[in-house]
Every structure is written in structure tokens, then in C-alpha cells.
């Protein structure tokens, strides 16, 4: 058998892109709630554009999205119904302190994990929490500009101290942050980033990273200090980046680009910040802002195990002259001639996630964890909410087929797979409904129209079976 006999089989979610309830149970305003669907979304998630409020012109699809949060007794169910051991879920920052910096949680907020967690273990579902994913209480962006300051550190360790402390007995699996390298991105939906004119942008997102990675430690401190048992992970937008040919300058690239995103977790898995990182913010004039203390705390409190979501791997090309470019969750690739794509332009290739699972291991030797790949597509349900969604299932399928071979062929230890988007929900990219990811159907429309029912996709019944063989009957 390739898989472990105790693989977390599953799937994710975040709180802002399946919750909604956005202002209920005290909750308060977060980031993600000021980001639109449509066309300023990348502006404002990219922080070009300066938008803290919401406004009459624009759709916000967090603040509904598909209603979990009144959902989730029958969410969890249809999970369960899959057979599901894990399911990975985010928790919202400001459900559980509204603006961030108070210095008492906010009970309701509490109160709602404790029931999701109790209604997963019921079914003997483990939960993955995501502690920070693409949300940082707006507050905090319009008193001290988000992870530019250092003083967010404290506001999210404390807020860590609090939910690990509340769910120490319910909770073992824990990711810091969603997606690190996605900072460089979409730093404002990634960490509560905006550029005022004609600053250093490099400067402010190595800052906020700088931050990110410090508070990553002290949250993996406390957590075993809290409890030895708990595993806490980092999490990375993985994907290996191709050389466009075999010219030794397309292959440099190709590795320079790699770095790009590598170096976040080589400060979370290996203790310290690598040369060429080192070498090259020096060069661009970036200044890290270290603190007495930082290097050995980043030293001493590494993560336990390395997870990561992958869609496609990357292709670049040294050539100025080669732009044949594609989409690709926000990172630029150039088109891979031997690839097939989404209807997102997000190319198909389940090898790299083989070449991926490889890269991640060889270099770090920590146990990984898959917890993020799929097919965002459009589906067409009949009258009763079923799709027939055999592009999904044969996606899943190829990719499953490559991480077997990276656990069975490789030896890579593998704690676990979760699918993205488990049930439909807002796509973080676009704000779109449209593009679907679930086994389970939500019945919604990118404008916000729908009567939110709940129907199961053909993938939903082959996915259980994949599950009751531990990935042996694809
Ligand atoms: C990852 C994010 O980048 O990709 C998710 O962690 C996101 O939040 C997922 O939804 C898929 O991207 P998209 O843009 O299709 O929703």
C-alpha cells in the first residue's frame, strides 16, 4: 500500500471565501471583506488601490459567499459522507478579535470553532487549521498598515496564545500563515498591504515577510509550549518553475524564480534566512529589519512539517522576446507548449507535482503535506443540482496517480491530502462563483444569486471510494 494506513485524506477551505456572516457573532471587518469581485479586485489585493470601505458600485462576495457559517452542520456532513479524515479549515482573525487589538477574544467567535471542531470530531474528522488565511483584521491595516508593523506580531501571537490554549484538546494540525510567498503577490490580501506613492514596495513586503516569519516562529514556540503534541506547519504556493529550454541562462532563471518563493520556507523549515536571499535583498537595497533576538528565535522554533498547495508548475524564459504568457494563480508563467489548461489558463500537469513533492523533500527532509490542488471549472448542474464532473475527476485522478508515485517510487513522506474548494466557494483569485472546485455543488451565482443548496457531483461518490481504498481504486 503507498499511502500510510492514518492518511488524512480530505479537503480545505478558508473562512472568507466560504463563511460570509461577516458581520455576525461580532465579527469584524477584515481585509478580504473591502476586496471586490471583478475587475479592481487585483488592484485592491495587489494594494495599487486604497479601498477600506465598501461601497455601493462594487460586489463583495466574502460577505455572504456560500453561508457556512449557518451551513456548517450539513457541511460537515456532506464532508463526512466522503469519508473525509481530515478537512482543513481557516479560522477567521476577526471573529475571534474583531479589530485585532483588544486584549480579550471575543467569546461568540470562540464558540463557533468550538463548534465546527466538535461537529469534525464527531465524525472522527481531524481539523487542519489555517491560522491566518488572507485575512488581517482591518483595524489593524488602518491604525499601523498591517504586517508593515512590527506590533502585528503581538496582536497575532496573542491572538495564536488564545485559539491554541481554547482548542489545545481539539485541534493538533496547524498552519501559521496561507500561502507565505503569496506577500510578494497580493500583498494586500496576503498580509493587509497597500503602497503609498512612490514608495519601496520590495522594501515594505520584505518587512511584512520579515514580521510574518518572526511571528511563525514565536507561534510554533508557544504552540508546544501549549501542547507537545501539536504539529505546526508552514505552507507554501508550490509549483516548480520550468526552464523554457536547456540554455543554461533559462535554467538560471528558472532557479532565481524557484528562490523567489523557496525563501520563505527556508527561513521557516531551515532557521535562518539563505545567502543568495541574503545577497540579493542586499543588492536591491532592501534592508531586513532584525531585531535583537530574531535570528535566534528563526534559529530555534522551525516548523514540524512543510505543506503546500499545488496547480501547476511554472514555466520562464531569460529571453526578453519569449512572452507567451498564461495565467496561473497570479504567479507570471510563459505557456508550456506540452501542457493542457484550465478555462483559467491554469496549466495541467500532475508530473509536476511528482517533480514538486521531490524538490520539497530533498530539500528540507521534513514530512510534507498536500493541502491545496484542483480543478477550478465551470459546472453545469441539472434540475436536481447534479454535475457530471468527469474533468474534475480525471484531474484529481492524474494527480493523485503522481503523488502516489512520489510516496510509493520516492519515498516521500506524506502526512496528508487535502483538495481545495471541498464545496464550491468564492474563488480567492477572481471573486467568481463560477469557478468551482467541490465535489459538493453550492447552488450560487457570481452576482450573488442562488438558493444556496447543496448537491452532490459525481466526484463526490468517486471520491469516496478513493478514500475507503487509501488511493488504491482511482
Ligand atoms: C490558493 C489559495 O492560492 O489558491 C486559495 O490559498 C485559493 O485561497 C486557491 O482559492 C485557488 O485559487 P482561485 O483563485 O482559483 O480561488
Redesign the pocket.
Known amino acids: 500500500m503507498a499511502f500510510r494506513e492514518n492518511f488524512l485524506w480530505g479537503g480545505a477551505t478558508?473562512a472568507n471565501?466560504c463563511e460570509g456572516a461577516y458581520l455576525e457573532g461580532g465579527r469584524g471587518l477584515a481585509n478580504v471583506d473591502v476586496v471586490p469581485a471583478g475587475s479592481d479586485r487585483f488592484s485592491v489585493g495587489s494594494g495599487m488601490m486604497k479601498m477600506f470601505s465598501c461601497n455601493e458600485e462594487h460586489y463583495y462576495p466574502s460577505h455572504e459567499a456560500i453561508d457556512m457559517y449557518h451551513h456548517y452542520k450539513e457541511d460537515i456532513a456532506l464532508l463526512a459522507g466522503m469519508g473525509f479524515k481530515c478537512y482543513r479549515l481557516s479560522i477567521a482573525w476577526s471573529r475571534i478579535f474583531p479589530k485585532g487589538d483588544e486584549l480579550e477574544p471575543n467569546e461568540e467567535g470562540l464558540k463557533f470553532y468550538d463548534n465546527v471542531f466538535d461537529e469534525c470530531l464527531k465524525y472522527g474528522i481531524e481539523p487542519l487549521v489555517t491560522i491566518c488565511?488572507?485575512d488581517v483584521p482591518m483595524h489593524l491595516i488602518e491604525t499601523i498598515g498591517g504586517w508593515r508593523s512590527r506590533q502585528m506580531i503581538d496582536h497575532y501571537v496573542r491572538y495564536c496564545e488564545t485559539i491554541f490554549k481554547r482548542y489545545r484538546d481539539k485541534v493538533k494540525y496547524w498552519l501559521t500563515f496561507?500561502?507565505i510567498n503569496?506577500i510578494l503577490h497580493f500583498p494586500f490580501m496576503g498580509a493587509g498591504l497597500y503602497f503609498e506613492e512612490g514608495e519601496n514596495k520590495q522594501q515594505v513586503k520584505y518587512t511584512a515577510a520579515h514580521h510574518e516569519l518572526v511571528a511563525s516562529a514565536l507561534a510554533t514556540k508557544i504552540a508546544h509550549e501549549i501542547n507537545p503534541e501539536f504539529k505546526i506547519g508552514c505552507m507554501l504556493?508550490a509549483g516548480n518553475t520550468y526552464a523554457n529550454t536547456c540554455h543554461p541562462e533559462d535554467v538560471w532563471r528558472s532557479i532565481e524564480k524557484d528562490r523567489e518563493n523557496y525563501f520563505f520556507i527556508d527561513v521557516q523549515s531551515r532557521g535562518e534566512y539563505p545567502a543568495y536571499a541574503l545577497k540579493q535583498l542586499e543588492r536591491e537595497g532592501v534592508k531586513i529589519p532584525f531585531v535583537k533576538g530574531d535570528k535566534e528565535l528563526l534559529q530555534t522554533y522551525t516548523v514540524d512539517f512543510i505543506s503546500f498547495?499545488y496547480?501547476s508548475s511554472r514555466l520562464v524564459s531569460a529571453n526578453p522576446d519569449v512572452n507567451k504568457m498564461t495565467e496561473g494563480?497570479v504567479f507570471d508563467t510563459l505557456k508550456n507548449p506540452y501542457l493542457e489548461a484550465s478555462e483559467?489558463g491554469w496549466q495541467i500537469d500532475p508530473l509536476g507535482l511528482r517533480i514538486t513533492l521531490n524538490s520539497l523533500y530533498d530539500r528540507y527532509q521534513k514530512p510534507l503535506f498536500i493541502v491545496?490542488n484542483g480543478l477550478?471549472a465551470v459546472d453545469i448542474p441539472d434540475e436536481h443540482g447534479y454535475v457530471e464532473d468527469d474533468y474534475r475527476i480525471d484531474y484529481l485522478r492524474e494527480h493523485i496517480r503522481a503523488m502516489k508515485e512520489a510516496v510509493e517510487l520516492d519515498g516521500v513522506d506524506l502526512l496528508g491530502y487535502t483538495t481545495?474548494?471541498c464545496i464550491d466557494l468564492v474563488?480567492?483569485?477572481?471573486g467568481e462563483m463560477k469557478?468551482r472546485?467541490g465535489f459538493i455543488y453550492v447552488d450560487k451565482d457570481n452576482e450573488g444569486n442562488g438558493t444556496l443548496r447543496r448537491s452532490k457531483k459525481k466526484s463526490y461518490n468517486w471520491y469516496k471510494k478513493v478514500i475507503h481504498s487509501n488511493g488504491e481504486d482511482l
Open positions: 478558508a471565501q488565511h488572507f496561507n500561502e503569496m504556493a498547495s496547480y494563480n483559467w491545496e477550478g481545495w474548494g474563488s480567492a483569485g477572481t469557478k472546485y
